[in-house]
């Protein structure tokens, strides 16, 4: 879209990401729940393509967004807070995307490894009649 300003994609997109924040700080009472749903949140990202540096671009931008909304109530202890929280989330995340993208390399090996026996299989299977007809003429 050409203005992300008014982009209700980009509206739904902040408004997810508000939401997970949220919920986040709700669940600070509760990490043995948070960070298992950090992570399945953060794996899910592997099918938006996401990569590790977004998460600070992401980071900066709500850093930013705060900042803008918060003005003068945005003070040095609220920006710790949030540099500590908003770490936490990422590092959490990311070690999620990262526990997808190594479960999806060995998906892919994993086929790939089937591929690769189901053609030798076929080619053998090929060969040894062949083989056997030679052998026998």
Known sequence: ESDIYNSPAMRRLFAR?????????????DPATMVPWLLQLGGRHIGYGATEPQWQVVLEA??????????????????EAWNRMG???AHVMVEGLRQAQEAAARAHGDAASLVSRASSAT???VEEPEAEALAIH
């Open 87 to 89: 770490s936490f989330i």
């Open 17 to 29: 990401i508000v939401n997970a924040v949220g919920s986040c700080v709700m669940g600070l009472a």
């Open 62 to 79: 709500l850093h930013l967004t705060l900042r803008d909304a918060l003005g003068a109530a945005y003070t040095p202890d609220v920006v």
């Open 123 to 125: 080619v053998a299977s």
